[in-house]
Nanobody
Framework: QVQLVESGGGLVQAGGSLRLSCVVS????????MGWYRQVPGKQREWVAD????????TYADSVKGRVIISRDNAKNTVYLEMSRLKPEDTAVYYC???????????WGQGTQVTVSS
């Protein structure tokens, strides 16, 4: 059973930074495309960034491009999201998962809350 554990969220002022981590257990991420998503109450979960194993591995949503960096440590089976110049609209619960059709996603973790104050 795959388990995802996100951490690193918190309360920060606008302009601040956070580094989110996602530890995966139960399956190696070595060959898996991985992504970060976020969700605000009452809205659908949205994709933020993803990282594959190909030559151009990272892709970002326009809303975060230039402010976040996704990375991975296959040896630690961990995916990271470094966030800087945070804005109040970045406030959400952040989740990681593999990049796959909805029916093939791994069980969601509990997420990590990011709150950005203005």
């Amino acid at each position: 059973q795959v388990q995802l554990v996100e951490s690193g969220g918190g309360l920060v002022q606008a302009g601040g930074s956070l580094r989110l981590s996602c530890v995966v257990s139960g399956r190696s991420i070595r060959f898996a495309p991985m992504g970060w998503y976020r969700q605000v109450p009452g809205k659908q979960r949205e994709w933020v960034a993803d990282i594959t194993t190909g030559p151009n591995p990272t892709t970002y949503a326009d809303s975060v491009k230039g402010r976040v960096i996704i990375s991975r440590d296959n040896a630690k089976n961990t995916v990271y999201l470094e966030m800087s110049r945070l804005k109040p609209e970045d406030t959400a619960v952040y989740y990681c998962n593999t990049m796959a059709p909805m029916s093939a996603l791994w069980p969601w973790g509990q997420g990590t809350q990011v709150t950005v104050s203005s």
